[in-house]
Nanobody, 128 residues
Framework: QVQLVESGGGLVQVGGSLRLQCTAS????????TGWFRQAPGKEREFVAA????????????YYADAVKGRFTISGDNSKNTVYLQMNSLKLEDTAVYYC?????????????????WGQGTQVTVSS
C-alpha cells in the first residue's frame, strides 16, 4: 500500500500563488507516475499535472493540462518521496479540492481511473 498526504492548500486572492506538497510513504516502486487532479463542486475530477519518478521513471518527464500550462509547475524530490505543485497566477476557476495520486509504472496517464493510490485532498480557494 501507498499512503499519500497532501498539504499546502488554502485561501488566496486572484493572481496569487500557492505550493502544494504530496508526500508518499509505504510501498515503493522502481517507476511510477505521480499526478495532481482537482475537483470543483458539481464537476468531474480533472487532470492537472503529472511527473514520472523512480529509478526507471522516464527521466522525470512532466505532463500538464492545457488549462494550467505556463502557470503551474510540478516537481519532485525522489529522495524525500515528495512531489510539489507550484501554482502561480491563480484564477477563480482554479478553486477546487486538489488530490495527489500515484500510478505504478512509467506510462503517462491523464485519466483518474488509471491511478492506483489517492490522497485525501486539500482545498484550494481563489477569491476575488
Amino acid at each position: 500500500q501507498v499512503q499519500l498526504v497532501e498539504s499546502g492548500g488554502g485561501l488566496v486572492q486572484v493572481g496569487g500563488s500557492l505550493r502544494l506538497q504530496c508526500t508518499a510513504s509505504g510501498r515503493t516502486f522502481s517507476s511510477y507516475l505521480t499526478g495532481w487532479f482537482r475537483q470543483a463542486p458539481g464537476k468531474e475530477r480533472e487532470f492537472v499535472a503529472a511527473i514520472n519518478g523512480g529509478y526507471f521513471g522516464n527521466g522525470g518527464r512532466l505532463y500538464y493540462a492545457d488549462a494550467v500550462k505556463g502557470r503551474f509547475t510540478i516537481s519532485g524530490d525522489n529522495s524525500k518521496n515528495t512531489v510539489y505543485l507550484q501554482m502561480n497566477s491563480l484564477k477563480l476557476e482554479d478553486t477546487a479540492v486538489y488530490y495527489c495520486a500515484r500510478r505504478v509504472g512509467s506510462s503517462s496517464s491523464y485519466s483518474a481511473n488509471e491511478y492506483d493510490y489517492w490522497g485525501q485532498g486539500t482545498q484550494v480557494t481563489v477569491s476575488s
